[in-house]
């Protein structure tokens, strides 16, 4: 059956009695069928033909609302699988590359900021503790911790001639060696400066 383009809904019934369809009405009129029997015989074929494109037309507005239901249905479900399929892929890679780098996803530990400054002596004092030496403790007073940042900006590698204890002489790193005319002997300390130096060195052993 052709498929119909306009809904026979909207179709009005045609007056059979104009000019229009003379000739019609004379194929259908004799001497058992008036003019007016015959415009309500045109009548009642249109009526029947327009019911019958009605259910015809709603026939075909059902199947069409079908096919699309089931088109989205499809889109849908591939757009699901496409979807699926990317998550798949992007697990699989990360689980890979989490057996790769296991370090980036290690757990990062749940730490309170520190509210502390971060106290850095002098090269010289910390390889003396490093050692289980004897330093003094103005290294960790507030002048010998400025005198270790002014010496933090010495090149780590750059080499000075010192004099050794026995006398003998020997390239060593600049940054490990100590300013001893700045240097103050425990003896000699102010009570303010004792106090900055102890709980440092504590916290640094």
């Known amino acids: 059956m052709p498929r119909l383009s306009s809904d026979p809904n909207l179709s009005v019934c045609p007056n059979y009695a104009d000019e ?3 000739d019609t009405r004379l194929q259908l009129t004799n001497e058992n069928m008036t003019e007016a029997q015959a415009v309500a ?7 029947a033909q327009n019911i019958a494109a009605k259910n015809q037309w709603q026939a075909q507005v059902e199947a069409d609302r079908e096919r699309q239901e089931n088109l989205e249905r499809l889109n849908d479900e591939e757009q699901e699988r496409q979807e699926q399929e990317h998550l798949d ?3 699989a890679s990360r689980k890979e590359d989490k057996k790769k780098n296991k370090h980036k996803y290690s757990a990062i530990p749940q730490l309170d900021v520190p509210i502390k400054p971060v106290i850095l002596p002098s090269p010289y004092a910390i390889c003396k503790l490093d050692k289980g030496d004897y330093v003094e403790l103005w290294y960790f007073t507030n002048d010998g911790l400025d005198d270790a940042k002014l010496k933090s900006s010495i090149d780590e590698d ?6 050794l204890a026995g006398g003998n002489t020997a390239w060593v790193s600049a940054a490990s060696t100590r300013n001893a005319a700045a240097v103050v002997d425990d003896e000699n300390l102010t009570f303010e400066n004792f106090c900055q130096a102890c709980p440092r060195i504590i916290d640094a052993m």
Do not use: D
């Open 20 to 22: 229009a369809f003379a």
């Open 41 to 47: 015989v045109l009548r009642n074929i249109w009526q």
């Open 89 to 91: 892929e992007e697990e």
């Open 158 to 163: 750059a080499m000075i001639m010192a004099t």
